[in-house]
């Protein structure tokens, strides 16, 4: 409604290519950085930090995955795997070698890449349900080297502990600290996608998602860009794990299981695939959505049930209600919750005239 | 794009610190436990027993008045065995005020401990976890305050030489455990111990979720057939171990199960008590209903006009519920004499923990020493026997080759 879009000109190329073209969008997303860059780290206390923590690591991870599942068009199950490449190789890097966060955040992204092109080899042969479970196997030879590798995993317990990360001579110690490390690594991932989606290699993935023979006959090599989607995503999945690891100051292999990866797809899935806004918002449903349900029910819980009872019911009824509302928001809107805050966009946009 | 993401976040964050502080409130006589707790995910086997014990615990010493006036307020959050979800739910313990906690899981307790050192919480993690957090200078804020992994393999060794006739030279163990860390953690005392008392070791993997071993049970009796077997396996898996090596005919009375192989749950899974007869359980907590505690339980639900929980039927676990919550209430009677009948900070409810001893709930508990050095509380271990339909005493409580465990703990990476 205070979107005008008439009388924006655009005269230079540069104008053509912004990725808000119209004043009123770049305003508002300067406004938004800024609430969350600066006055959300100052303002807020240590419990909600510490949730918002959880959704900016699971962002770089959904955003990765969305690139290949949604974007390329590739399914694969094995995000949790790839996370856990990265977050050993980083975890090894700075315990044997003291390596910087700098050096060990792309390391770790870069080793994950390397893995997962090696698994993405099957997706040029394979597709739809058969790579998921070429990935699945990935998941599962990755979880099993990691726990008996000892090189890799650093003893039987197969967890290594990181110290926090040092910016400047500073060690990151409070969550307002760590949630503006984590806020940067965010920041560059959603530019990052931005404009992939964007560029060249973008829209080859885009033409492989939609008809790969029609891809390689205009000239695009499915080889080649197949494995960039898996490299690319991979490198966000093993950033992901590595600040995680950084986040909980420990690497352990049990975090990364296939459930996690399960987590990582309903997130793409219900955010909307093919969508940067979409992994955004899938990261903060399925992130907040057992926290705010439990909260829910432990306020309105009790006008129904008597505390002893209540408890045994909570959890389980979290599990339904969480289970339901990813149904219902699917049925409503089988394209995602992207698609659905366009709907709303795109009614309010013409409001009140809506003809 | 980042634009609305933001929105639907701020809006997001803004409900749950208003929740959050609606939650916190705060209350003057109230000594407030944060207890995470799993009643559903994989390790709901076990939490659904264990979480209504302790809360059955807190509610009993509440109606009796409380600790010197104080009540206990327990926060249950169920984590799912996830580790996101148990972040926020220990930040959110944290800001509720929790002087001590409980995690649940090895993943978990590993995640939060950086946690718990900068925010100074003792919690205690009985039966997971690391071994290595006996060591108290180490660990200063995680309490196992049972017999730790490595405590209990060298408890089961010692078990199997008295049964063997007291000399293990020669004699072949074989040591069956869930492909995991926490399954192979006991791995190096099993070593140790080969090298001290000359018994032949062999090890078979059982990969998770373990619930086809016919491989392993084959390999076991038929080509190591060994005179003694120790088992560490979890959730269904120890069922169709026992089901397995019965099938076999490997005597059940050559084989113990650690703390996780050792519950009812486990004996009925199996094909029930007469199948088992014989099979000797790793306890923590004394197994069994012939303990005061359980009685008054009974009695409280009893005043209600309810019966007793369904729960406390599983005794192993649920003792293990009551363990748990006893200690915890024991180290906040102890805090509460070291801050002289003020609200006692998290540094004295530490204190506090650290001087739990003589104190044995009636036998359920094992005679414990925990001290600033060892929050293990010295190991203690007994071993039941699956007997006529029950699980019967087989030892006293016990403790084993303490020498060979702490080294591991002091040389631990």
Redesign the interface.
């Given at each position: 409604m205070f979107h005008r879009e008439a009388g924006v000109f655009k005269t230079s190329y540069a104008a053509d290519m912004a990725?808000y073209p119209l004043p009123i969008?770049r305003w508002?997303?300067a406004?938004?950085?800024g609430?969350?860059i600066v006055v959300?780290p100052l303002a807020?206390?240590?419990?909600?930090l510490?949730?918002?923590n959880?959704?900016l690591i699971?962002v770089v991870g959904a955003l990765g995955l969305n690139i290949l599942v949604g974007y390329s068009g590739q399914i694969s199950i094995g995000t949790g795997a790839f996370m856990s490449v990265g977050a050993y190789t980083a975890a090894n890097l700075i315990t044997h070698l003291h390596a910087p966060f700098w050096l060990a955040v792309p390391a770790g992204g870069l080793m994950a890449a390397l893995i997962g092109a090696i698994v993405g080899i099957p997706s040029l042969r394979i597709k739809g349900i058969y790579l998921a479970i070429a990935t699945l196997a990935a998941q599962l030879i990755i979880e099993w080297t990691i726990?008996h590798v000892q090189a890799i995993s650093?003893?039987?317990?197969?967890?290594i502990?990181i110290p926090?990360p040092t910016v400047f001579g500073m060690a990151l110690?409070s969550?307002a600290q760590i949630y503006c490390f984590l806020m940067f690594f965010v920041v560059l991932a959603?530019v990052a996608t931005?404009n992939l989606v964007r560029s060249r290699i973008g829209r080859a993935f885009v033409a492989i998602r939609d008809q790969d023979i029609a891809a390689e006959i205009i000239g695009i090599n499915i080889f080649r860009y197949k494995l960039y989607a898996f490299a690319i995503s991979s490198f966000f999945a093993g950033v992901t794990g590595v600040l995680e690891s950084y986040y909980?100051?420990?690497a352990?292999y049990?975090?990364f299981q296939i459930?996690v990866s399960i987590d990582y797809l309903a997130m793409v899935i219900i955010g909307g695939l093919g969508?940067?806004?979409g992994s955004?918002?899938g990261a903060?449903f399925v992130?907040?959505l057992?926290?705010?349900t439990?909260?829910?029910l432990?306020?309105f819980g009790s006008i129904l049930l008597p505390g002893?009872d209540l408890?045994?019911v909570?959890?389980?009824l979290?599990?339904v209600i969480f289970g339901g509302l990813i149904i219902f928001f699917l049925v409503v809107e089988p394209e995602g919750l992207n698609r659905l805050?366009r709907n709303i966009?795109n009614y309010f946009r013409v409001w009140p005239f809506s003809y | 794009?980042?634009?609305?993401?933001?929105?639907?976040?701020?809006l997001?964050?803004g409900?749950?610190?208003g929740?959050?502080c609606?939650?916190a409130r705060a209350d003057d006589k109230v000594l407030i436990i944060g207890d995470q707790c799993?009643?559903?995910g994989p390790t709901q086997i076990v939490g659904?027993v264990l979480?209504?014990a302790m809360?059955d615990y807190y509610?009993l010493i509440n109606s009796k008045g409380g600790i010197d006036g104080w009540t206990i307020k327990a926060d249950?959050?169920?984590n799912?065995y996830?580790?996101?979800?148990a972040?926020?739910a220990y930040?959110?313990q944290?800001?509720m005020g929790a002087l001590l906690m409980t995690f649940y899981g090895?993943?978990q307790t590993?995640?939060?401990?950086?946690?718990l050192e900068?925010d100074k919480i003792p919690t205690t993690s009985p039966g997971f976890g690391?071994s290595a957090a006996a060591d108290g200078k180490r660990f200063p804020y995680l309490f196992p305050i049972a017999a730790t992994y490595w405590s209990q393999a060298a408890a089961a060794v010692k078990f199997a030489k008295d049964q063997l006739g007291g000399s293990l030279k020669g004699k072949k163990i074989a040591y069956i455990y869930y492909?995991?860390?926490a399954g192979?953690?006991a791995?190096?005392i099993l070593e140790a111990l080969q090298k001290q008392e000359g018994y032949e070791l062999r090890t078979f993997a059982v990969p998770p979720p373990g619930v086809e071993m016919g491989a392993q049970i084959i390999d076991v009796t038929q080509r190591f057939r060994p005179d003694f077997v120790i088992m560490h396996l979890f959730g269904r898996s120890p069922s169709v171990a026992i089901k397995g090596l019965k099938g076999a005919g490997f005597p059940l009375k050559k084989v113990v199960g650690l703390v996780w192989a050792s519950a009812e749950a486990d004996i009925l899974a199996a094909g029930g008590w007469a199948t088992a007869e014989g099979y000797n359980t790793l306890q923590f907590a004394g197994a069994g209903d012939d303990y005061p505690v359980r009685g008054e339980i009974k009695a409280m639900y009893k005043k209600d006009g309810k019966d007793p929980p369904k729960e406390m039927a599983d005794t192993v676990v649920y003792n293990r519920g009551l363990l748990q919550a006893s200690i915890q209430v024991e180290a906040l009677r102890n805090a509460l004499k070291i801050s002289g009948g003020q609200k006692p900070t998290t540094e004295q409810v530490k204190q506090g923990m650290e001087q739990i001893k003589d104190f044995t709930l009636g036998g359920l508990v094992p005679p414990l020493q925990i001290t600033a050095d060892d929050h293990e509380g010295g190991g203690w271990v007994r071993i039941f026997s699956v007997k006529g339909g029950k699980f019967a005493a087989a030892t006293d409580w016990f403790k084993a080759y303490r020498d060979v465990v702490e080294h591991a703990v002091k040389t631990a990476?």
């Amino acid at each position: 409604m205070f979107h005008r879009e008439a009388g924006v000109f655009k005269t230079s190329y540069a104008a053509d290519m912004a990725l808000y073209p119209l004043p009123i969008a770049r305003w508002t997303v300067a406004v938004l950085a800024g609430l969350f860059i600066v006055v959300a780290p100052l303002a807020l206390g240590t419990y909600p930090l510490s949730i918002l923590n959880l959704v900016l690591i699971a962002v770089v991870g959904a955003l990765g995955l969305n690139i290949l599942v949604g974007y390329s068009g590739q399914i694969s199950i094995g995000t949790g795997a790839f996370m856990s490449v990265g977050a050993y190789t980083a975890a090894n890097l700075i315990t044997h070698l003291h390596a910087p966060f700098w050096l060990a955040v792309p390391a770790g992204g870069l080793m994950a890449a390397l893995i997962g092109a090696i698994v993405g080899i099957p997706s040029l042969r394979i597709k739809g349900i058969y790579l998921a479970i070429a990935t699945l196997a990935a998941q599962l030879i990755i979880e099993w080297t990691i726990n008996h590798v000892q090189a890799i995993s650093g003893g039987v317990q197969a967890s290594i502990t990181i110290p926090r990360p040092t910016v400047f001579g500073m060690a990151l110690k409070s969550e307002a600290q760590i949630y503006c490390f984590l806020m940067f690594f965010v920041v560059l991932a959603l530019v990052a996608t931005l404009n992939l989606v964007r560029s060249r290699i973008g829209r080859a993935f885009v033409a492989i998602r939609d008809q790969d023979i029609a891809a390689e006959i205009i000239g695009i090599n499915i080889f080649r860009y197949k494995l960039y989607a898996f490299a690319i995503s991979s490198f966000f999945a093993g950033v992901t794990g590595v600040l995680e690891s950084y986040y909980l100051g420990i690497a352990n292999y049990e975090q990364f299981q296939i459930d996690v990866s399960i987590d990582y797809l309903a997130m793409v899935i219900i955010g909307g695939l093919g969508s940067v806004l979409g992994s955004v918002f899938g990261a903060i449903f399925v992130t907040l959505l057992p926290i705010v349900t439990r909260l829910f029910l432990e306020q309105f819980g009790s006008i129904l049930l008597p505390g002893a009872d209540l408890l045994n019911v909570i959890p389980n009824l979290r599990l339904v209600i969480f289970g339901g509302l990813i149904i219902f928001f699917l049925v409503v809107e089988p394209e995602g919750l992207n698609r659905l805050w366009r709907n709303i966009r795109n009614y309010f946009r013409v409001w009140p005239f809506s003809y | 794009m980042t634009k609305r993401s933001r929105s639907v976040l701020a809006l997001a964050a803004g409900l749950a610190a208003g929740l959050a502080c609606a939650a916190a409130r705060a209350d003057d006589k109230v000594l407030i436990i944060g207890d995470q707790c799993d009643r559903t995910g994989p390790t709901q086997i076990v939490g659904t027993v264990l979480c209504p014990a302790m809360q059955d615990y807190y509610r009993l010493i509440n109606s009796k008045g409380g600790i010197d006036g104080w009540t206990i307020k327990a926060d249950e959050i169920d984590n799912a065995y996830k580790v996101p979800e148990a972040i926020e739910a220990y930040e959110r313990q944290k800001q509720m005020g929790a002087l001590l906690m409980t995690f649940y899981g090895t993943p978990q307790t590993v995640a939060l401990n950086q946690r718990l050192e900068q925010d100074k919480i003792p919690t205690t993690s009985p039966g997971f976890g690391i071994s290595a957090a006996a060591d108290g200078k180490r660990f200063p804020y995680l309490f196992p305050i049972a017999a730790t992994y490595w405590s209990q393999a060298a408890a089961a060794v010692k078990f199997a030489k008295d049964q063997l006739g007291g000399s293990l030279k020669g004699k072949k163990i074989a040591y069956i455990y869930y492909d995991n860390p926490a399954g192979k953690e006991a791995m190096p005392i099993l070593e140790a111990l080969q090298k001290q008392e000359g018994y032949e070791l062999r090890t078979f993997a059982v990969p998770p979720p373990g619930v086809e071993m016919g491989a392993q049970i084959i390999d076991v009796t038929q080509r190591f057939r060994p005179d003694f077997v120790i088992m560490h396996l979890f959730g269904r898996s120890p069922s169709v171990a026992i089901k397995g090596l019965k099938g076999a005919g490997f005597p059940l009375k050559k084989v113990v199960g650690l703390v996780w192989a050792s519950a009812e749950a486990d004996i009925l899974a199996a094909g029930g008590w007469a199948t088992a007869e014989g099979y000797n359980t790793l306890q923590f907590a004394g197994a069994g209903d012939d303990y005061p505690v359980r009685g008054e339980i009974k009695a409280m639900y009893k005043k209600d006009g309810k019966d007793p929980p369904k729960e406390m039927a599983d005794t192993v676990v649920y003792n293990r519920g009551l363990l748990q919550a006893s200690i915890q209430v024991e180290a906040l009677r102890n805090a509460l004499k070291i801050s002289g009948g003020q609200k006692p900070t998290t540094e004295q409810v530490k204190q506090g923990m650290e001087q739990i001893k003589d104190f044995t709930l009636g036998g359920l508990v094992p005679p414990l020493q925990i001290t600033a050095d060892d929050h293990e509380g010295g190991g203690w271990v007994r071993i039941f026997s699956v007997k006529g339909g029950k699980f019967a005493a087989a030892t006293d409580w016990f403790k084993a080759y303490r020498d060979v465990v702490e080294h591991a703990v002091k040389t631990a990476e």
